[in-house]
């Protein structure tokens, strides 16, 4: 069973960094591709970074220039690198990758969200 820990999120002051991360575990054959996604209350959920299986990146312009998506452990973790933090980050953040079985297929797995608060 595929498993996707989150841990880095929390509150920051404007200007601020934080690195999320996201830990894949479980029975996984391959990550084609890891991705972070957002929602603020009342709001829809939007993408913030892609990374492909090659090492492309795709960012949105609100955060194009502050955030960087990576791969690391072997492709077994997904970060995101956020950096000069506004309060219009503020928004749970959700880990997303898609992965290939042992039978071949392509499945999506979500993260259960962790929590990104930027304030005075």
């Known amino acids: 069973q595929v498993q996707l820990v989150e841990s880095g999120g929390g509150s920051v002051q404007p200007g601020g960094s934080l690195r999320l991360s996201c830990a894949v575990s479980?029975?996984?054959?391959?990550?084609?591709?890891g991705a972070w996604y957002r929602q603020a209350p009342g709001k829809q959920r939007d993408l913030v970074a892609i990374?492909?299986?090659?090492?492309?990146?795709e960012y949105p312009d609100s955060v194009k220039g502050r955030f960087t998506i990576s791969r690391d452990n072997g492709g077994n973790m997904v970060s995101l690198q956020m950096n000069s933090l506004k309060s219009e980050d503020t928004a749970v953040y959700y880990c997303?990758?898609?992965?290939?079985?042992?039978?071949?297929?392509?499945?999506?797995?979500w993260g259960q969200g962790t929590q990104v608060t930027v304030s005075s």
């Open positions: 997303k990758v898609t992965g290939v079985n042992s039978y071949g297929s392509t499945r999506i797995y």
């Open positions: 479980g029975s996984i054959f391959s990550i084609n591709a």
């Open positions: 990374i492909t299986s090659g090492g492309s990146t």
